[in-house]
């Protein structure tokens, strides 16, 4: 099974730091209008549609103002007026307003009667910014090697000095040891010869108690480890395999706190938690067509380049980002599988997730921090069977177990009841 | 002293001309041991170069590789959808309704698909006609993924795409209509109201067009008679729920007779109710499943029966008729009129006779009664097909006089007993098309093939009966390249609307009135309250008016005892449950189902009774592992002959023989499934009843059969059962005692706590499933069966592995017959019976099965007993106990000791013998990827060396209470069901809770008529059974 190298995600500060230094050295804009308010609004009316520097399913709208002015001679109040009421421009039988219409497919975009000239003018101001320069690529790219040579060289210089000092010493103790003995053939004092013993290894072997126990012993252990490896056949504990597409839960699930079952939504009514079809993906990602860079240098130190992962997604789906349409040639994705159980199993997600609301990271561990997905837990029988002895069954306004709780808890004498105690431990529950 | 003793090894050293003692003289075994196939040739092995030291190192190499490899898990990959339909959720099972219209099947039917995939066919409970699936609708499913399916459209044999097979038949069609040639439309029966417009709209573009329609197996007399007497092409539609006397005269009314279908509604009034069942007289040659419910079976021949029922007919109506019958059977007309007159209104009578005033006497007899059950307003439309019209366009075809022949669902090469003219007149037509799902007998012989699609992949609409109609929709997209013949209708007709369109748009003006279409297609059936006009006749019913209406209306029963020839040997000719008229003969599921009567699979065979047999030197015998060998005979009939097995059947009337249609095919089929014999051959003038000769023929033919033994010998444990009388009048103790045994010398029930050997287990909380099955309700029809098999993927083990009694069928259905006239005799000669001579003597004549026995079903699965012996001897712990009473298997815990089937005293343990999936040896429905679709994915496939038996459904009643769970709610009493339960149409098999005491089975288990299957085991088994009763109250 392949398996995912790891690389330390060691960090960078001086990477991060001029990013972010970049990041606020924009020159501000003469125009009127707070672009830092502008950015909000932006983000929160425009950006479903928009982007500064790309089309969508409406224009790039970086610079649109001077644009519109310098080729179409349109001033602001028509953007005011397109803005507010799009259909009504078109309406009225406005030439470059019909124009874009049919260019974006005849999809005509909300109203936003609700904006003032203000708002406007700041949106305005946030689109007139100059765009920022990518991240230094090339002096990160360079820091990286020195930065983790001379952390060697450190250490090996330690190392050095340190196996000098041994050798000095070990070389000091022998002539002090020579000059002893010198010194005492010198005076004529006999140094006394030390008696010769059975080696402990001989010993050993003569005493037969001790052979038979350490035969026991050494016996018993091949045995102990010998079990421990069949046992563990077939058990995939700590399985992460290469995926076709880098997905990361971390980013997902972690950083942006997206809902398991958004996704995996099968788990709440089905057996199975389901992988999402690709259409899910691309409720997200037909906006989101590359990462922040943050995200992206954050990438680039596990070797990961999370924009290209996107466009694996693109392919897979088979969309057209540049046109904002699918192509329909689409590749489905093949996934490989990490929680394998086998045939002869019957689990149910819903009864879990849905009845028992058991979350998802008690069997699947830390989904939210994982870069890669790996098996968490054992998946064996035995773990199976300790979670169904120790948990108690959520019976809470759930009128299907009102009356056997009533009557079970009664019988076993218990306030509540283990899903073992409900019968959760019989063979044909789970194997039929 | 040396001895001169002889010592016999066996009884063949008796013979002293017998061969195999002089062979086993020279040799150890009789037969050859095949070790030069297994080592091939000594050429061959000098040749290779591989040297025995190369041979132990490559065996090392490879089991030290394979060991290392299967260390390593395999990689799985898991593909999900680009874009999910919304209707599919991964593991969730979507419902569909929809109607089967195969031209002999017809019902309104529920489709389990899980991924898309159809994996089982269900009842519709919303429908009201046809609304239950019979065995073979069961197992149509399988059909659907047969790999032997035409993939495309073919032109001799090379494939073609579709858009030049509609240029080249269109351009073609085109000219034969200039050059005014006929053009003839030869299809199954559709009763499909937007079929019948189509080819109307047909006939307009292209002119000289006829339309006939085909019944592999003909009910035309039937049509005919009701067509001259009530004006309207249809067959007369009975109620059986509404008959208390019931008289048959050759109707196998719960088989295929004229559509079947009546089983649920004959059910409705077998199970006493206040003292009252009805009351079934059965007069037949053949041993039917319908004589085999009878209360009483009068066994006759087919000449005998004609004459029965003219004399019937006088006797009820009036008037004489000429002809002597014998006198027990006189006796037993007269006997029957007189039952039926006292029933008046409740009475009903069918015929099975294909006879035009056999049919008329019918409908008279039943005007006469004012029966209640004869509805006249809602003739059923399953059956449309005309013998005159099918007989002239063969001898047109003949003559050259068809231009163009476009088949639909019909195999007439194989179906027809003159199929050779036919194949000659079909090579004389300038278009041949046939629209088939198979390169079959007929369209290996046309020019063009259309692949059909199966009718899960179709849409289409059905008559079922007057009024009542069902519509048809895929459940999944087609598999193959194909395309439905009402597809190609509309091509032709150069109209561009899709079918759907089509079937909504006849639907909204003609059928609905007003009501929703997406109504209908939900609940797959729709009840029309205004009569629509058949918008198309075929020909055929035009011409045949003309000639049935010349019937005298009084005179039908006198012409038909005239024509009641008694001429020496007579064979009658018949569908079987299993495969009807042959249409799925390469299904698996139905060529493994035991015929209920016979029980035996994989054949179809010469049914003799037992005189006949002696008298004709032909035998049945078994062989050393037991199973069942049999004669071979020839049958000739008008100079044609077949060669078929023998069967002995018991209650087969003396000097008639039975043999059963859909067998003997050639072509679309696997070479497994090419079983049995081509009875259509036989089927001179649709006339299912044929005077024969048979001889017997050198040979011995070895059968499939799954029940060898086939008397009860007396044990009234297994089967209870008593009569109304008793029943109504004496107490339960002396019909359905309790067993006894003794405690101290006392007699203790067995039921009691004391007597038994283990400590009860407290089960009153939760759920305590229990099946009820009714020995009263159930025909054995054995849909139950195949339902199982789909739900449980039960493998097909074949032919050979069946006679070596290793068939895997987890529900079987045992039929026993009695060896005195009825199962009370056997009872009382066994007790009778005392002393070593006359146990021996009278024992083994009680092995023999009576000539016009009583007989008996009994659905027997696991009985999930609470005190299980097969629990207590499993050294693994493999099989174990659940509260809610189901005993549990754990296949992968299974070891295959077997000790749990030695120790089953119900015998419903299968053990799997080999691998049955992806196993080249077994080449069925489970070794190719299309096959396996079929699969429950909840279900698991077992493996080689694991037993198994039934489950309860436990996938089932497992996922009835997640759901509830899931929605928070209780459980309502019907909401649990098994497979088998499900698919019982007749009430026979009720499950449920019986800690819900408001629950059906709750009820059933403090019946009077409960039992268990042998009690007196005191295995306390959760599988209860209700006592049969029979109505033997003469007159």
């Given amino acids: 099974m392949e398996k995912v190298i790891h690389r330390k995600l060691g960090k960078n500060t001086l990477c991060l730091g001029l990013t972010i230094l970049l990041a606020f050295t924009i020159s501000l804009s003469a125009q009127e209008g707070d672009p830092a308010k502008g950015k909000a609004l932006f983000n929160a009316n425009c950006a479903a549609c928009h982007q500064l520097d790309k089309k969508m399913t409406g224009p790039a709208l970086r610079h649109v103002e001077q644009r519109l002015a310098d080729e179409q001679g349109l001033d602001r109040d028509w953007v005011y007026a397109w803005v507010r009421n799009s259909a009504g421009v078109i309406k009225s039988g406005d030439a470059y307003a019909n124009k874009i219409y049919n260019e974006y497919s005849s999809a005509a975009m909300t109203a936003f009667p609700q904006l003032s000239d203000d708002d406007l003018n700041n949106i305005l101001a946030y689109t007139a910014q100059e765009k920022a320069a990518p991240p230094a690529a090339a002096t990160t790219a360079g820091a990286q090697p020195t930065a983790s040579s001379s952390g060697g060289i450190s250490n090996e210089i330690i190392l050095g000095a340190l196996a000098i000092l041994f050798i000095l010493l070990a070389a000091g103790l022998y002539i002090v040891n020579k000059t002893l003995r010198r010194f005492a053939s010198a005076q004529n004092i006999d140094i006394p010869e030390a008696t010769k013993r059975t080696p402990l290894w001989k010993a050993f072997i003569k005493n037969q108690f001790l052979m038979l126990v350490t035969a026991i012993f050494f016996l018993l252990a091949s045995a102990y480890f010998i079990f421990g490896y069949f046992m563990q056949i077939g058990v995939d504990q700590g399985y992460e395999p290469v995926q076709p597409i880098h997905y990361s839960h971390r980013i997902h699930a972690g950083d942006n706190g997206i809902d398991c079952k958004y996704c995996h939504s099968s788990a709440r009514v089905s057996k199975t938690s389901g992988i999402p079809s690709l259409n899910v993906c691309m409720n997200c990602h037909k906006s989101i067509y590359e990462v922040a860079p943050e995200t992206l240098a954050e990438g680039k130190q596990i070797g990961v380049d999370y924009n290209a992962e996107i466009q694996k997604l693109y392919k897979a789906a088979g969309w057209d980002d540049a046109n904002q349409k699918y192509t329909g040639n689409s590749q489905p994705v093949k996934w490989v599988r990490i929680h394998n159980l086998p045939d002869f199993v019957y689990f149910n997600h819903s009864q879990h997730v849905s009845v028992a609301g058991v979350e998802c990271q008690t069997c699947h561990g830390p989904v939210e921090e994982m870069e890669v997905m790996y098996q968490h837990a054992p998946l064996t029988m035995g773990w199976c069977i300790e979670c169904h002895r120790t948990t108690n069954v959520n019976v809470k306004d759930n009128a299907y177990y009102t009356k056997i709780h009533e009557e079970l808890s009664k019988k076993y004498g218990v306030e509540n009841l283990t899903a073992a105690q409900m019968g959760g431990l019989e063979c044909g529950k789970c194997h039929y | ?1035």
């Fill in chain 2, 1 to 1035: 002293m040396s001895s001169n003793k002889k010592y016999w090894k066996s009884v063949e050293e008796l013979n002293e001309n017998s061969s195999i003692v002089e062979t086993l003289k020279q040799n150890e075994f009789v037969e050859e041991i095949p070790t030069d196939e297994f080592l091939g040739d000594k050429e061959t092995l000098e040749e290779t170069s591989t040297t025995r030291r190369d041979f132990l190192k490559y065996v090392g190499f490879s089991t030290a590789a394979a060991s290392l490899a299967a260390c390593e898990g395999p990689v799985k990959k898991s593909i999900p959808y680009i874009v999910q339909p919304t209707e599919i959720i991964p593991g969730v099972a979507n419902h569909y309704a929809t109607t089967i219209a195969n031209g002999f099947d017809f019902a309104s039917v529920l489709v389990k698909t899980r991924e898309g995939r159809p994996i089982k066919i269900e009842n519709n409970n919303l429908a009201t006609t046809n609304g239950s699936a019979n065995a073979r609708v069961n197992a149509s499913v399988l059909g659907l993924y047969d790999s032997l399916r035409v993939q495309g459209p073919k032109k001799a044999g090379e494939s073609i795409s579709w858009s030049n097979f509609d240029s080249e038949t269109s351009q073609k069609l085109t000219e034969l209509s200039a050059a005014g040639e006929a053009i003839v439309l030869l299809t199954q029966t559709f009763a499909s109201p937007s079929t019948s417009k189509l080819i109307s709209e047909f006939k307009e573009k292209y002119g000289n067009v006829r339309h006939v329609v085909y019944d592999a197996v003909s009910e035309s007399a039937a049509l005919d008679a009701y067509q001259a007497k009530y004006g309207e092409r249809g067959l007369a539609n009975y109620d059986f729920a509404k008959a208390m006397t019931i008289v048959s005269v050759g109707a196998d009314f719960l088989g295929d007779w004229q559509g079947g279908g009546f089983d649920a509604d004959y059910s409705k009034n077998r199970v006493p109710d206040h003292g009252k069942m009805s009351r079934h007289i059965q007069f037949e040659s053949n041993m039917s499943l319908t004589g085999a419910n009878a209360d009483k079976r009068v066994p006759l021949k087919p000449s005998e029966q004609k004459l029965a029922l003219a004399k019937l007919y006088s006797y009820v109506v009036g008037g004489s008729v000429s002809g002597t019958l014998p006198e027990h059977i006189e006796a037993a007309v007269k006997n029957a009129a007189s039952q039926l007159k006292k029933a008046g209104s409740n009475g009903l009578v069918v015929t099975g006779i294909q006879d035009v005033n056999a049919q008329t006497v019918v409908l008279e007899i039943n005007e006469a009664l004012t029966s209640r059950a004869f509805d006249k307003t809602t003739p059923i439309k399953t059956r449309q097909g005309s013998d005159a019209a099918v007989t002239k366009l063969v001898a047109d075809m003949k003559a050259g006089n068809v231009g163009a022949l476009i088949m639909s669902g019909v195999n007439p090469a194989y179906s027809l007993p003159n199929a050779s003219d036919f194949v000659d007149g079909l090579k004389k037509t300038k278009l041949s098309v046939a629209f088939s799902m198979k390169v079959d007998e007929t369209s290996s012989e046309t020019q063009y093939i259309a692949a059909a699609p199966h009718y899960l992949e179709s849409w289409g609409d059905v008559e079922l009966k007057k009024g009542h109609y069902g519509l048809m929709q895929p459940t999944i997209r087609p598999l193959f390249d194909t395309r439905q013949f009402q597809e190609a209708l509309l091509k032709w007709t150069g109209n561009d609307v899709s079918y759907h369109d089509y079937i909504k748009d006849t639907w909204g003006t003609g059928i609905l009135g007003g009501g929703s279409f997406n109504r209908a297609l939900h609940d797959g059936v729709f009840v029309g309250t205004i009569a629509t006009e058949t918008v198309e006749t075929a020909e055929a019913s035009n011409t045949d008016t003309e000639e049935t209406a010349e019937i005298p209306s009084g005179n039908a029963a006198r012409t038909l005892a005239a024509s009641a020839k008694n001429e020496g040997s007579e064979l009658t000719l018949y569908t079987k449950v299993g495969m009807g008229d042959g249409q799925q003969a390469n299904n698996p599921w139905l060529q493994e189902f035991p015929d209920p009567i016979t029980r035996t699979s994989w054949d179809n065979y010469l049914t003799v009774s037992k005189a006949d047999a002696d008298a004709l030197g032909l035998i049945n015998h078994h062989v050393a592992n037991g199973a069942l060998n049999g004669s071979y005979a020839k049958v000739t009939v008008n100079g044609v002959s077949v060669t078929a097995p023998v069967m002995i059947q018991p209650g087969q009337a003396k000097g008639s023989f039975g043999l059963s249609f859909g067998y003997g095919k050639t072509l679309g089929l696997k070479e497994e499934m090419q079983t049995g014999v081509n009875a259509y051959a036989l089927y001179q003038n649709f006339n299912t009843v044929q005077n024969v000769t048979i001889e017997k023929a050198a040979g011995e033919h070895e059968f499939a059969s799954v029940q060898l033994h086939n008397t009860l010998m007396g044990r009234g444990d297994i089967i209870k059962e008593t009569n109304l009388e008793i029943f109504n009048t004496k107490d339960k103790k002396h019909w359905n005692a309790v067993p006894m045994v003794s405690l101290n010398h006392e007699p203790v029930p067995v039921t009691s706590p004391e007597v038994d050997l283990w400590d009860e287990f407290d089960r009153s909380i939760g759920h305590h499933f229990n099946l009820s099955i009714d020995l009263n309700a159930c025909t054995g029809c054995g849909s139950c069966v195949i339902a199982c098999h789909a739900e449980n993927n039960v493998p097909v083990v074949g032919k050979t592995e069946v006679r070596r009694s290793r068939d895997m069928h987890w529900l079987r259905i045992d039929r026993y017959y009695s060896s005195e006239t009825s199962f009370e005799g056997d009872n009382t000669k066994k007790d009778n019976i005392s002393g070593l001579g006359s146990s021996l003597s009278e024992f083994g004549e009680m092995e023999n099965a009576s000539d016009n026995p009583q007989v008996a079903f009994q659905p027997v699965m696991c009985q999930h007993c609470n005190h299980a012996p097969c629990e207590t001897v499993c050294p693994v712990a493999a099989t174990s106990h659940g509260r809610q009473g189901q005993n549990h298997m754990a296949y992968n815990r299974c070891v295959g000791t077997r000790y749990c089937a030695n120790n089953c005293p119900y015998k419903v343990r299968r053990f799997n013998w080999f691998l049955y999936n992806g196993n080249d040896e077994f080449d069925y429905h489970m070794n190719d990827d299309l096959g396996r679709m079929v699969l429950n994915p909840d279900v698991v496939v077992r493996s080689r060396g694991v037993m198994e038996k039934c489950s309860m459904c436990i996938q089932m009643t497992q996922k009835t209470i997640l759901d509830a769970k899931r929605d928070g709610r209780e459980i309502k009493d019907g909401e649990f069901q098994t497979a088998c339960s499900a698919a019982c149409s007749s009430g026979a098999m009720i499950f449920g809770d019986i800690n819900d005491k408001q629950s059906e089975v709750a009820k059933l288990k403090e019946d009077n008529r409960m039992y268990h299957l042998l009690e007196s085991v005191g295995t306390k088994p959760n599988v209860i059974y209700q006592t049969k009763v029979r109505n033997t109250t003469e007159a």
